[in-house]
């Protein structure tokens, strides 16, 4: 009740609640360009989900699973599979397995003990919208769906909604989806897993805007271990050193914040508007006219600010193995290194998958850049 009426007190005077105020980026979220100055290795349309295994490098586009193959400085994209529908995330055993996620299916098993293996859910619940997997030895899978309500390619609507349906789950192999464990319920939108050396697992929870920590082996409550992020946390990559990467997709806006709270208006956008141009944060930007206007001058004589505020932007953080953020790198607004959806460690540098742009460039996997200052 108190709830209730401290909200309802908070529209009233038009206050904003704490959890709609944007964080600035500062500290070591300081903006820089250095996605933009970073080597390109690959150039492909949708690039998304590398995956680093035993047998080289693995990427999607779209429902085509890409083998990337050494050309020079940088790779060539080389089609090995099409799929019937887009895939949404890929993980590797490290022994010549693969887990593909097909969104609007499930799980995928490709190759080893398990080959073929069709994981499309349990009991009442379908493996719908996998959004991030994990393998904890090649007989268990630990996998993230990102909603029971919509596919992963309804992102957009999901967060409009405010649907809270995600879940996580410990999948035995051996004994196939019908057996596989619960470890949360209830997420909002979980979109990157990762084990730590403890064997504690890491889940990203985009729109709660922060990454939480889980048990591995039984459900458990979730510990949040970072928070109030300024953008949208997705992918999360350990390196070889014990400390993590994370791939934030899209940056927060206070416009958008303010529609979420506007329901009526809000319900209507949904319904009557295409989502390409919804008040919605995006993978990329600035490709037609009729995009929503943002909230602040984001042009001086003709020429797009790269401090102003956009819908789409570039950006992945760097944090120590206690999920702490060190420093990280960006491409701003006039950047064209825009929603990071994927991010592998290899050969000493990090490769850094911009879906929205369409690149994949590399940066040193322990660079300390900006303030470099731990919050």
């Given at each position: 009740?108190?709830?209730?009426?401290?909200?309802?007190?908070?529209?009233?005077r038009?206050?904003?609640?704490?959890?709609?105020?944007?964080?600035?980026?500062?500290?070591?979220?300081?903006?820089?360009?250095?996605?933009?100055?970073?080597?390109?290795?690959?150039?492909?349309?949708?690039?998304?989900?590398?995956?680093?295994?035993?047998?080289?490098?693995?990427?999607?586009?779209?429902?085509?699973?890409?083998?990337?193959?050494?050309?020079?400085?940088?790779?060539?994209?080389?089609?090995?599979?099409?799929?019937?529908?887009?895939?949404?995330?890929?993980?590797?055993?490290g022994?010549?397995?693969?887990?593909i996620?097909?969104?609007?299916?499930?799980?995928?098993?490709?190759?080893?003990?398990?080959?073929?293996?069709?994981?499309?859910?349990?009991?009442?619940?379908?493996?719908?919208?996998?959004?991030?997997?994990?393998?904890?030895?090649?007989?268990?899978?630990?996998?993230?769906?990102?909603?029971?309500?919509?596919?992963?390619?309804?992102?957009?609507?999901?967060?409009?909604?405010?649907?809270?349906?995600?879940?996580v789950?410990?999948?035995?192999?051996?004994?196939?989806?019908?057996?596989?464990v619960?470890?949360?319920?209830?997420?909002?939108?979980?979109?990157?897993?990762?084990?730590?050396?403890?064997?504690?697992?890491?889940?990203?929870?985009?729109?709660?805007?922060?990454?939480?920590?889980?048990?591995?082996?039984?459900?458990?409550?979730?510990?949040?271990?970072?928070?109030?992020?300024?953008?949208?946390?997705?992918?999360?990559?350990?390196?070889?050193?014990?400390?993590?990467?994370?791939?934030?997709?899209?940056?927060?806006?206070?416009?958008?914040?303010?529609v979420?709270?506007e329901?009526?208006?809000?319900?209507?956008?949904?319904d009557?508007?295409?989502?390409?141009?919804?008040?919605?944060?995006?993978?990329?930007?600035?490709?037609?006219?009729?995009?929503?206007?943002?909230?602040?001058?984001?042009?001086?004589?003709?020429?797009?600010?790269?401090?102003?505020?956009?819908?789409?932007?570039?950006?992945?953080?760097?944090?120590?193995?206690?999920?702490?953020?060190?420093?990280?790198?960006?491409?701003?607004?006039?950047?064209?290194?825009?929603?990071v959806?994927?991010?592998?460690?290899?050969?000493?540098?990090?490769?850094?998958?911009?879906?929205?742009?369409?690149?994949?460039?590399?940066?040193?996997?322990?660079?300390?850049?900006?303030?470099?200052?731990?919050?």
């Open positions: 009740m108190r709830a209730f009426l401290q909200r309802s007190y908070e529209r009233f038009g206050i904003d609640p704490p959890e709609r105020i944007v964080p600035a980026m500062d500290g070591p979220l300081h903006p820089n360009a250095m996605l933009d100055e970073a080597p390109v290795l690959l150039e492909q349309e949708g690039i998304d989900n590398l995956c680093v295994a035993p047998a080289g490098v693995f990427a999607s586009a779209a429902s085509e699973l890409l083998s990337l193959m050494p050309e020079g400085e940088g790779f060539r994209a080389q089609p090995l599979e099409t799929f019937a529908r887009p895939i949404t995330c890929i993980a590797s055993d022994a010549g397995a693969l887990a996620g097909q969104d609007g299916e499930g799980i995928l098993i490709r190759g080893g003990a398990h080959d073929g293996m069709a994981l499309t859910g349990t009991g009442a619940t379908r493996f719908a919208c996998p959004t991030g997997c994990v393998f904890v030895d090649p007989h268990t899978l630990i996998v993230a769906i990102g909603s029971d309500e919509h596919v992963a390619a309804e992102w957009k609507r999901d967060l409009m909604k405010q649907c809270h349906s995600g879940s789950w410990r999948i035995d192999l051996g004994k196939g989806a019908e057996a596989a619960p470890l949360a319920k209830g997420l909002a939108f979980p979109s990157g897993l990762a084990l730590g050396r403890q064997g504690e697992l890491f889940v990203s929870e985009a729109w709660e805007h922060r990454v939480v920590g889980l048990s591995a082996s039984e459900p458990s409550a979730p510990v949040e271990l970072l928070i109030e992020l300024p953008a949208y946390p997705g992918f999360v990559a350990p390196t070889s050193d014990g400390a993590f990467w994370l791939a934030l997709f899209a940056p927060r806006n206070p416009l958008v914040e303010f979420i709270l329901r009526r208006y809000c319900e209507r956008m949904i009557t508007v295409d989502p390409q141009f919804w008040i919605a944060p995006a993978l990329s930007s600035g490709k037609s006219f009729l995009e929503p206007i943002q909230g602040g001058a984001r042009k001086k004589l003709n020429v797009l600010k790269p401090w102003s505020p956009s819908w789409s932007y570039g950006l992945a953080l760097q944090c120590n193995a206690q999920f702490r953020p060190v420093a990280s790198v960006h491409s701003r607004a006039d950047g064209n290194v825009h929603g959806t994927s991010l592998a460690e290899k050969d000493g540098r990090l490769m850094i998958g911009a879906c929205g742009s369409g690149r994949v460039v590399a940066v040193p996997v322990n660079a300390q850049i900006g303030i470099g200052v731990e919050l």
